[in-house]
T-cell receptor
Framework: NAGVTQTPKFRILKIGQSMTLQCTQD?????MYWYRQDPGMGLKLIYY???????DKGEVPNGYNVSRSTTEDFPLRLELAAPSQTSVYFC???????????FGDGTRLSIL | QKEVEQDPGPLSVPEGAIVSLNCTYS??????FMWYRQYSRKGPELLMYTYSSGNKEDGRFTAQVDKSSKYISLFIRDSQPSDSATYLCAMSARETSGSRLTFGEGTQLTVNP
């Protein structure tokens, strides 16, 4: 049982490039979330989804886009990468509202 | 002002010590309280999950919630080197669609053999 799988684990991008961070879950959870974690800042919610076809903005959505075409997949898209997007990105899932969230191991992204 | 305040540490203790980790919060709507443990280069993993005020115990770990003071704690008894990690508190309000967790910034703990 893989749980929450994130790919790639590491990536270096140049300013202005774009990329997609992948997140796949096999827990059959409706809720999926994208967070970024910066040193000394905790985790900040970027986007979340309550089910296939439904997404909503979190606390720090600017510069990112998401889609949710299936229950299993919730990719995060970075367009026109900027140095401020250098961070560790975590995908998480949850069964129902207010239930504990389960996290993947993250994607470490550097933008130079 | 941050909604959730957590002392980032670092905190260094000898093996066998009792560790106390704390968070304070300002949003009285928070009803669900969690502690996550995060090892280096790994994702957060859920350690304790509580609802309402009071204590919850699981092995060497005890979570305590005091809603009147807006204060939560995690106690680790007989700490082990394997407990060395960053501990994140998280909380959420009653919401029926999506669970928007608000995290503290984490406390880095080192348990020395």
């Amino acid at each position: 049982n893989a749980g929450v799988t994130q790919t790639p684990k590491f990536r270096i991008l140049k300013i202005g490039q774009s990329m997609t961070l992948q997140c796949t879950q096999d827990m059959n959870h409706n809720y999926m979330y994208w967070y970024r974690q910066d040193p000394g800042m905790g985790l900040k919610l970027i986007y979340y989804s309550v089910g296939a076809g439904i997404t909503d903005k979190g606390e720090v959505p600017n510069g990112y886009n998401v889609s949710r075409s299936t229950t299993e997949d919730f990719p995060l898209r970075l367009e026109l990468a900027a140095p401020s997007q250098t961070s560790v990105y975590f995908c998480a899932t949850g069964g129902y509202g207010n239930q504990p969230q389960h996290f993947g191991d993250g994607t470490r992204l550097s933008i130079l | 002002q941050k909604e959730v305040e957590q002392d980032p540490g670092p905190l260094s203790v000898p093996e066998g010590a009792i560790v106390s980790l704390n968070c304070t919060y300002s949003n009285s709507a928070f009803q669900y309280f969690m502690w996550y443990r995060q090892y280096s280069r790994k994702g957060p993993e859920l350690l304790m999950y509580t609802y309402s005020s009071g204590n919850k115990e699981d092995g060497r770990f005890t979570a305590q919630v005091d809603k009147s003071s807006k204060y939560i704690s995690l106690f680790i008894r007989d700490s082990q080197p394997s407990d060395s990690a960053t501990y994140l508190c998280a909380m959420s309000a009653r919401e029926t669609s999506g669970s928007r967790l608000t995290f503290g910034e984490g406390t880095q703990l080192t348990v020395n053999p």
